[in-house]
């Protein structure tokens, strides 16, 4: 997304792009530690409902 440019930057320097690196790495580090995607808990709730449907199927069958 960074490397798609409409015109040339104003002030484009070696800093800007040490920085705007570090930003990105501080923020993509920050999404992991704190926002959930939803992905892991999608995968647990469909896997715990299969789960449960196994438990009530050989609860149910004599043994």
């Known amino acids: 997304m960074r490397q798609a440019k409409l015109a040339d ?3 484009d ?3 800007i ?3 705007t690196d570090m930003q990105d790495g501080l923020v993509a ?3 992991a530690e704190h926002t959930p995607l939803g992905i892991g808990k999608a995968m647990t709730d469909f896997l715990s409902k299969s789960q449960s449907d196994l438990n009530q199927t050989a609860a149910d069958s004599p043994p």
Do not use: E, G
């Open 13 to 15: 320097s070696k800093a």
């Open 17 to 19: 792009d040490t920085f």
């Open 29 to 31: 580090k920050s999404m």
């Open 9 to 11: 930057p104003l002030f």
